[in-house]
């Protein structure tokens, strides 16, 4: 069975308490970027992997869209979906996203976001992604970046004084599995390097249309000042590609 960290009480209510968890997209730090990188949801049929509380599927119902679903594994994810997206026709399904099984271009649009370093087949991910396209759709996608992924520890080395001195980058080569620790639990994450995400997308009939590896906006530097690290090394991976025509 896929790990399901999320519909863990404790793990729950520590993700729960997270900015982007409580004041949702414009408390993520990556959303300046991300939001440009959208596109038109205006009488689109929207799929969302890993959606989370629904932040995405909110907004691209927000943005004009006639249909959207939203995948998750995580149960708790997705009773504080419905409850966050009240009054809005958007379809929740739990699954994890690696069974996906929708029909032939039944989608225009395919986004997700913080999700794929969950997944261990991204191959798969992609040929099912896809299939479920129309041609010239739109799959956009963000994860951690292969720079933070490649240690289990993703961390910064100290000095004696608990200063941050660097972000170090072992094994990045090394594709795979890496037990990490994220809120106070241990999580089964994929690593893998920029190289192979890039090509498994050209490889599965995708064309590349951007590709962001975000800063904190001033903005949110200044609510959040705590952030003001993310400048020195890249936490996200966010990539823009439209399915082959």
Same mark, same amino acid.
């Given at each position: ?43 689109? $049929? ?52 690696? #069974?996906?099984?929708? $029909? ?8 997700? $976001? ?40 993703? #961390? ?90």
């Amino acid at each position: 069975m896929r790990e399901n960290k999320y519909d863990d009480p404790d793990f729950f209510e520590n993700y729960g308490h997270m900015p982007r968890s409580v004041a949702g997209l414009n408390a993520a730090g990556e959303w300046h970027v991300l939001q440009k990188m959208m596109p038109d949801f205006e009488g689109k $049929s929207v799929l969302d992997l890993g959606c989370g509380f629904g932040w995405h599927c909110i907004y691209a119902k927000q943005q004009g869209a006639k249909r959207v679903v939203g995948i998750d594994l995580s149960s708790k994810m997705l009773e504080a979906a419905k409850e966050k997206s009240a009054g809005l026709e958007i379809e929740y399904q739990q699954m994890a996203i690696e #069974d996906i099984d929708f $029909s032939l271009q039944e989608f225009d649009v395919v986004i997700s $976001s913080l999700a794929f370093h969950y997944v261990k087949d991204f191959n798969l991910i992609c040929q099912k992604i896809n299939h479920c396209l129309q041609p010239g759709g739109h799959f956009i996608f963000s994860q951690e970046h292969p720079v933070f992924t490649s240690r289990p520890e993703q #961390d910064w080395i100290l000095d004696g004084s608990g200063n941050r001195l660097y972000w170090p980058l072992d094994h990045y080569q090394q594709e795979g599995i890496r037990h990490t620790s994220f809120l106070g639990h241990t999580v089964t994450k994929y690593h893998r390097t920029l190289e192979r995400v890039l090509n498994v997308l050209i490889d599965s009939g995708f064309i590349i249309k951007r590709v962001s590896e975000p800063k904190p906006s001033e903005e949110t530097l200044e609510n959040y000042p705590e952030m003001k690290d993310e400048n020195r090394r890249p936490i996200f991976l966010m990539v823009s590609a439209i399915k082959e025509n």
